[in-house]
């Protein structure tokens, strides 16, 4: 069966340190990938997403992930924190086998510390 | 472009009454999806509707409903409320035809069962 699984319900960061949240999929089909991020009381806002091509594709807010099909990951990163990026972050999986299917993962909390 | 809109902001209820929340897509998009994130558990989804149809629901009991009208805007009615119906309720959309299987969401109903 598909599915996503983000390693980490919670990571911490200092500020200015490099972010780096793990996605890995499952998949017997070709999937396409995201990333969100959700603010308290907010809805989720796409950060980026890898449907074909490039493999490294960047998105809002300084973030850029990697899909990796051999190892079956899509993790996202960001060189420098900073405060604002404190947010709960989606990654979801979306394909096609018979019908539409778009999966997400638990969520991981990001903190960022002073 | 008006992004997905949802309705009312926050809605506060009494154990056994009926909810009723609304959600607009993006204009040109077909297919809306309902998912409900209560405190600690993630993001669940409800139940998925394209041209008028309703074509998937998750694990939910038939008290959660729904419909999708014909200007593609879309109801969630949750009858018999429960106490643990207290929850954010996202609704997203997505174009059916040429877009890359992406789901945009809006900014939420908070839902709050007294």
């Known amino acids: 069966a598909q599915s996503v699984t983000q390693l980490g319900s919670h990571v911490s960061v200092s500020e200015g340190a490099l972010v780096l949240l793990r996605c890995n999929y499952s998949s017997s089909v070709p999937p396409y990938l995201f990333w969100y991020v959700q603010y308290p009381n907010q809805g989720l806002q796409l950060l980026l997403k890898?449907?074909?091509?490039?493999?490294l594709v960047k998105g809002i807010n300084g973030f850029e992930a990697e899909f990796k099909k051999s190892e079956t990951s899509f993790h996202l990163t960001k060189p420098s924190a900073h405060m604002s990026d404190a947010a709960e972050y989606f990654c979801?999986?979306?394909?096609?086998?018979?019908?539409?299917?778009?999966?997400f993962g638990t969520g991981t909390r990001l903190k960022v510390l002073a | 472009e008006a992004g997905v809109t949802q309705s009312p902001t926050h809605l506060i209820k009494t154990r056994g009454q009926q909810a009723t929340l609304r959600c607009s897509p993006i204009?040109?998009?077909?297919?809306v999806y309902w998912y409900q994130q209560a405190l600690g558990l993630g993001l669940q989804f409800l139940l998925w509707?394209?041209?008028?149809?309703?074509?998937n629901r998750g694990n939910f009991p038939p008290r959660f409903s729904g419909r999708q009208f014909p200007n593609y805007s879309s109801e969630l009615n949750v009858n018999a409320l429960e106490l643990e119906d207290s929850a954010l309720y996202l609704c997203?959309?997505?174009?059916?035809?040429?877009?890359?299987?992406?789901?945009?969401f809006g900014p939420g109903t908070r839902l709050t069962v007294l």
């Open positions: 979801a999986v979306s394909y096609t086998s018979g019908t539409y299917k778009y999966i």
């Open positions: 997203a959309s997505r174009a059916r035809q040429g877009g890359t299987d992406t789901q945009y």
């Open positions: 890898y449907t074909t091509g490039a493999t």
């Open positions: 204009s040109g998009h077909t297919s």
């Open positions: 509707y394209d041209e008028g149809e309703e074509r």
